[in-house]
């Protein structure tokens, strides 16, 4: 049996409902999906970071969270290899975990706060420009069919679909900036 691969990892951002926020309830599946992030990994390859980073877990226990993680689309497997006569897969996460341990945000606002002034008013201007100029994007984003909540008929999902787009724009600009100054290290 040969290498199946699948497509790259998508800039994708959890969007949080009761299934999705039960999913990552359990702390074994958040490092789970930390890890899938960096690296694509076999189930024996997750089993021995956890090992690691001090999780105690069975090896059926964490196949059931990989399941789990799968059956909402969180990771999927991202090839197949038959190695010594087993298939074994390989997965890859979905989504990027932006949390970090347990650090709080107000810690990393104030630890980053010199960082987060100098760069407010140029960002500010920045998206005001393209929010103001482009009025194709605000006419498709401020449309009564996309903005308007289904449920309470107001106007705040325009906002959530404006942070939502900017956060994959910000997240797919960083990793090419990021992609790009490795290999110039390299």
């Known amino acids: 049996m040969g290498k199946s691969i699948v497509h790259e990892r998508p800039l994708t951002t959890i969007v949080i409902n009761e299934n999705i926020a039960k999913v990552l309830s359990d702390p074994h599946r958040l490092k789970i999906l930390d890890f899938l992030y960096h690296r694509n990994l076999s189930t024996k390859d997750l089993f021995d970071l956890l090992k690691r980073a001090k999780f105690s877990i069975a ?31 390989y997965y890859k996460a979905n ?24 760069l407010y008013p140029k960002f500010y201007k920045v998206i005001k420009k393209v929010l103001v100029t482009e009025k194709n994007l605000m006419a498709i984003i ?5 903005s308007r909540c289904r449920i309470c008929k107001t106007f705040h999902y325009a906002e959530f679909l404006i942070f939502m787009i900017l956060n994959m724009i910000i997240t797919k600009v960083l990793r090419k900036l990021l992609k790009s100054r490795t290999s110039a290290a390299m």
Not at 142 to 146: A, F, G, L
């Open 142 to 146: 401020s449309s009564e069919s996309k």
């Open 95 to 118: 989504v990027k975990m932006l949390a970090y341990e347990n650090y709080p945000f107000v810690s990393i606002a104030r630890d980053n706060k010199e960082i987060i002034d100098m």
């Open 59 to 89: 090896m059926t226990t964490l196949r059931h969270h990989i399941t789990i993680l799968k059956k909402n689309g969180l990771i999927s497997i991202y090839k197949t290899e038959e190695v010594k006569g087993t298939l074994v897969k």
